[in-house]
């Protein structure tokens, strides 16, 4: 039961936030824990854990979907590719300190971005298939809505919020990671 606790805490905290996200969308757009919960899981977790967000992401998705009118789409595909490469820097950094993990985590949030935004230029026809519309798509975005270098803004800013914060959770803030020590029994000289 407790090693089922955590992980069914944590699922039950980021589907709450999928009623809360939209929200913050208005003042904060991008702001997601997502990406940060794949980072983390791979950067701090054993791979098999990976499920985890995945599950959270794909209630999140549907409730998210559900409540504002939205259909699945394509870019479903373009975001899971975008945690992939979220989960590939994490488990990168795997066994970091902090500083590594806080700054990878950013790293990953940019990555993450330039990957939604680069779907998202290829699929919606509003985006001019070239360089123009190309930097369009990762900076100012569509007309009617808020530029997109504003959900870059929000993404790395909740990205390094959840990922400090489940540092925190994990008591890793501060401490650098303790390398194995062989259970082995060791002979003494005499």
Same mark, same amino acid.
């Given at each position: 039961?407790?090693?089922?606790?955590?992980?069914?805490?944590?699922?039950?905290?980021l589907v709450a936030f999928s009623f809360v996200g939209p929200?913050?969308?208005?003042?904060l757009p991008g702001f997601s824990p997502m990406p940060a919960?794949?980072?983390?899981?791979?950067?701090?977790?054993?791979?098999?854990?990976?499920?985890?967000?995945?599950?959270?992401?794909?209630?999140?998705?549907?409730?998210?979907?559900?409540?504002?009118?939205?259909?699945?789409?394509?870019?479903?595909?373009?975001?899971?590719?975008?945690?992939?490469?979220?989960?590939?820097?994490?488990? *990168? *950094?795997?066994?970091?300190?902090?500083?590594?993990?806080?700054?990878?985590?950013?790293?990953?949030?940019?990555?993450?971005?330039?990957?939604?935004?680069?779907?998202?230029?290829?699929?919606?026809?509003?985006?001019?298939?070239?360089?123009?519309?190309?930097?369009?798509?990762?900076?100012?975005?569509?007309?009617?809505?808020?530029?997109?270098?504003?959900?870059?803004?929000?993404?790395?800013?909740?990205?390094?919020?959840?990922?400090?914060?489940?540092?925190?959770?994990?008591?890793?803030?501060?401490?650098?990671?303790?390398?194995?020590?062989?259970?082995?029994?060791?002979?003494?000289?005499?």
């Amino acid at each position: 039961m407790k090693r089922v606790l955590p992980p069914a805490l944590l699922v039950s905290l980021l589907v709450a936030f999928s009623f809360v996200g939209p929200k913050l969308q208005e003042t904060l757009p991008g702001f997601s824990p997502m990406p940060a919960m794949f980072f983390c899981a791979a950067a701090c977790m054993s791979p098999r854990w990976l499920w985890l967000p995945l599950v959270a992401w794909l209630l999140y998705y549907t409730i998210t979907n559900l409540t504002q009118g939205y259909n699945w789409d394509f870019q479903l595909a373009v975001v899971l590719g975008g945690f992939a490469f979220a989960a590939g820097v994490g488990s *990168l *950094l795997r066994g970091k300190n902090w500083v590594a993990l806080v700054g990878g985590s950013i790293g990953a949030a940019v990555l993450f971005y330039g990957v939604t935004n680069t779907g998202s230029w290829l699929m919606l026809p509003d985006y001019p298939k070239t360089w123009t519309g190309y930097i369009q798509a990762q900076t100012v975005g569509l007309p009617g809505y808020p530029p997109a270098w504003a959900f870059l803004k929000g993404l790395i800013s909740a990205t390094a919020l959840f990922t400090g914060l489940f540092l925190l959770g994990q008591r890793k803030w501060g401490s650098s990671p303790v390398p194995a020590v062989s259970q082995a029994p060791q002979r003494m000289r005499r």
